[in-house]
């Protein structure tokens, strides 16, 4: 991983150890891109759009599939998601982009099913955030 990545990514994760990012989070729209929604709730349109699968070749280790990530934290998820992108641009194609942001989504999804009970908003972003880690290590 190249040095301008890792100091990016070490200066995100220090502004969610501050917690800081309320103000700037609630400001932006639910995220919506590359086969993955992010919201706080599960309506009509997003179970139509989720329903509506189509078949998709790609190197993605898990089903490439639309994935839908419903959370109360849904804003903060969506900021940190918009973070990634700009952080990620210039290391991203068509082709990693989807595989990118469909494993960021998985792991968010897997990380509200193992702690239904005591879902931590900072918990759910860091586990994307050493996601997106991971992934520029490969």
């Known amino acids: 991983m190249n040095k301008e990545l890792i100091e990016k990514l070490d200066s995100l994760e220090l502004k969610i150890e501050s917690r800081n990012i309320v103000k700037e989070a609630n400001s932006i729209m639910e995220w919506a891109g590359s086969d993955v929604i992010i919201s706080s709730q ?31 934290f849904s804003k903060e998820l969506s900021w940190l998601f918009y973070q990634l992108k700009d952080i990620f641009a210039g290391e991203l194609n068509y082709i990693s982009k989807p595989v990118f942001f469909g494993m960021l989504a998985q792991t968010s999804i897997d990380y509200l099913e193992m702690n239904k009970e005591d879902v931590k908003c900072d918990q759910l972003l860091f586990s994307v955030l050493d996601k997106a880690r991971s992934f520029s290590n490969e």
């Open 42 to 72: 599960l309506n009509d349109a997003i179970k139509e759009w989720f329903g509506d699968q189509f078949a998709v070749i790609t190197l993605e280790k898990t089903e490439p599939r639309r994935k839908a990530v419903i959370t109360e």
